[in-house]
């Protein structure tokens, strides 16, 4: 039995990621009854709150998620105590050492410590060394690090953050958040693939043509210019979030359903990408950066004329890519990846396209059958739809597709829990299956950092390259239609 009386730590609890997320998810896990009564929060930051502040900023977070708060937010609150702080100053952590220990005794808490790191990335080291040196990292109970993304920016940064988490905290004791392995229908992969006769016995080169993953955005860089505009596309969604579900898509069916059997047949799907050349990185990927452009009625601008983005900027927004998964049952099977902000909507999707009959006898001359499709909608809908060919009433001989749909949050949306609430209520578990393993993180820098190294060595694509309100630029169609495909519409 998982024990789960424990203390939190928000590093950051003054920021964006607090106040949207992860405050609403404490107290949804408090309401549901998945949070131990005994339970402290610490939040941490710079400012100069003091306890209520801090407590009328949660109650303000639950507010504005729109929650149903019942009767029992003052007990909640009564939970949630402030720390200023300055990261690099010992006694701060004397500080938070004390506190943490008469909110233990007052809460009867065994000493568990969970330490969640919503803070700019730079400081993730020094926290974690801290913690450590200054004995915060507690003797008694457990003591989990969560760490938020982006988790370095190429395989050097990565390696060194890494090394100073792991001088204070075990492997086991890290959880690194990927937020989409915490989304309802990224986990159903999984159980659509190895739950299901009629899938998994298809899933391979034999029936499978090519698989497409896509997550669009429809909203801009919105304030986060200067940030996004070090990070760019590739580094901040196709690293982390496209290469998970590639994984989870592509993986062996692990022996059990735990932990390390699932990290390590994701390991081994990330080993079998096919490595590529700076000169190849061409062959395989696209990069886009978006101008101004229509979303529905409104004109909206280019990203080199947002907030702190410069004008020449050579970052992309954009990026397409095609995978090769190097092993038995993957060869020759393009797996297509794409994702970009400004795009025509917002949408993550994953399409599976099966292989077209060796002959269909409802193909027409001029017009062949439409191949099965099953597609995993993610967000915002969460469902599965089947397309099939099935008989086009009325008629005989002729052949139309239908479309079989299953709608996971049409019912009920607030019925689904954020991804953020799940992982929180996983690490307070222990459970690090929906968590990045470091040699996941590991490979996925590898093979991302060639494709940043030759865009950064090659400036030949013109900037800006696709309209903010399209689906990218041309040379992602290119991509595909090289293959003899294109892109499913994700509508
Ligand atoms: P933010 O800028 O809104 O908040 C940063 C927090 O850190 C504030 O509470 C601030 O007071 C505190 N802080 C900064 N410097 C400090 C210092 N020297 N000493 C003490 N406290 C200090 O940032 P955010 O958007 O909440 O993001 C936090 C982390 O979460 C980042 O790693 C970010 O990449 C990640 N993240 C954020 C989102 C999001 O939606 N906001 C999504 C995914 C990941």
Redesign the pocket.
């Known amino acids: 039995e998982a024990n789960t009386n424990c203390s939190i730590v928000i ?11 992860l405050f609403p998810s404490i107290y949804n896990l408090y309401r549901k009854g998945q949070l131990d009564s005994r339970f402290a929060v610490v939040g ?4 100069g709150w003091t306890d209520e502040s801090f407590r009328e900023n949660v109650a303000a977070s639950l507010r504005d998620s729109k929650m149903q708060v019942e009767g029992d937010l003052e007990d909640f609150l009564s939970h949630f105590r402030y720390l200023a ?4 100053n010992t006694a701060s952590y004397q500080d938070l050492n004390t506190l943490l220990g008469e909110m233990e005794q007052q809460f009867d808490i065994p000493g568990n410590r969970m330490f969640y ?5 730079e ?1 993730f080291g020094t926290i974690a060394s801290y913690l450590k040196s200054e004995g915060v990292k507690n003797e008694k109970g457990w003591n989990r690090l969560i760490i ?3 988790f370095g920016r190429d395989l050097p940064s990565a390696q060194k953050l890494n090394e100073e988490l792991r001088q204070a905290f075990a492997e086991d004791e890290i959880y690194r ?1 990927d ?1 989409y392995l915490g989304k309802e229908m990224v986990q159903n992969i999984e159980v659509i693939r190895f739950g299901n006769a009629i899938f998994e016995s298809l899933w391979s080169n034999r029936y499978i043509s090519n698989i497409q993953v896509t997550s669009s955005e429809s909203l801009g860089v919105e304030d986060r210019g200067g ?1 996004y505009d070090k990070s760019g596309a590739l580094r901040d969604m196709l690293q982390n979030h496209m290469l998970q579900m590639v994984a989870l898509l592509a993986m062996e069916p692990p022996i059990r359903l735990s932990t390390d059997e699932v990290r390590s047949e994701k390991i081994k799907a990330l080993r079998s990408l096919r490595p590529m050349t700076e000169e190849e990185v061409a062959k395989y990927f696209v990069r886009g950066q978006y101008g101004p452009g229509t979303m529905g009625e409104k004109e909206v601008p280019g990203y080199r004329s947002e907030g702190n983005v410069p004008e020449d900027s050579r970052t992309e927004t954009y990026v397409a890519g095609k995978l090769m998964i190097d092993n038995f049952r993957w060869a020759g099977v393009p797996f297509y990846v794409r994702t970009g902000k400004r795009m025509a909507e917002k949408s993550t999707k994953i399409v599976i396209q099966f292989k077209d009959l060796p002959m269909n006898l409802y193909d027409k001359a001029d017009e062949k059958k439409q191949p099965n499709l099953l597609i995993i909608h993610i967000q915002p809908d969460e469902g599965i739809s089947l397309v099939l060919n099935g008989k086009k009433m009325g008629t005989s001989g002729t052949a139309t597709p239908v479309k079989l749909d299953y709608c996971n949050n049409c019912v009920d949306s607030l019925n689904t829990p954020e991804a953020y609430e799940k992982l929180l209520y996983d690490a307070i578990q222990g459970d690090g299956t929906n968590f990045t393993h470091w040699d996941e993180v590991a490979l996925s820098w590898q093979f991302v950092d060639v494709i940043s190294k030759a865009w950064t060595n090659n400036t030949n694509v013109d900037f800006p390259n696709y309209a903010a309100g399209s689906m990218g630029p041309q040379a992602a169609d290119d991509l595909l239609a090289e293959d003899g495909f294109h892109w499913w519409p994700i509508a």
């Open positions: 590093f950051g609890a003054t920021g964006d990621l607090a106040k949207r997320k941490v930051a710079r400012r702080f300055d990261v690099t790191m919503a803070m700019a990335p400081f938020e993304k982006p958040i937020h940030y």
